[in-house]
């Protein structure tokens, strides 16, 4: 979402604010935020996020819920290497083919 140099829960609430609620949002670390969380929970978002090691008062999560964000990491990879081949082969009607069939192929 963001540049390297860049926190991306600024990023996120903003995000969120632009779609609909949902039961939960999965999130690693990073996005450990005391706004964020208080963000998703006016909305009735229940945040799946693991604890900072630094929090000095920890919130509990599914750790079963949060074990599924893979898939959406591994979503995410495939699109990038879908990406890789169509920047190499500068057409456009190649791209949108690539995007399609990666976002159909089961995983």
Request: hydrophobic share 30%; charged share 40%; proline share 6%.
């Amino acid at each position: 979402m963001t540049g390297g140099e860049a926190h991306d829960c600024p990023i996120a609430e903003r995000l969120i604010r632009r779609v609909k609620p949902s039961k939960r949002m999965l999130g690693d670390k990073a996005y450990d935020s005391a706004e964020l969380r208080d963000e998703l929970h006016e909305r009735g978002t229940k945040p799946v996020i693991p604890n900072r090691s630094n929090r000095k008062q920890p919130f509990r999560f599914s750790k079963r819920l949060y074990k599924l964000r893979w898939r959406i990491e591994s979503a995410f990879n495939r699109l990038k290497d879908f990406r890789r081949i169509a920047t190499r082969y500068d057409h456009s009607r190649w791209r949108r083919a690539c995007s399609g069939r990666a976002s159909r192929r089961p995983w």
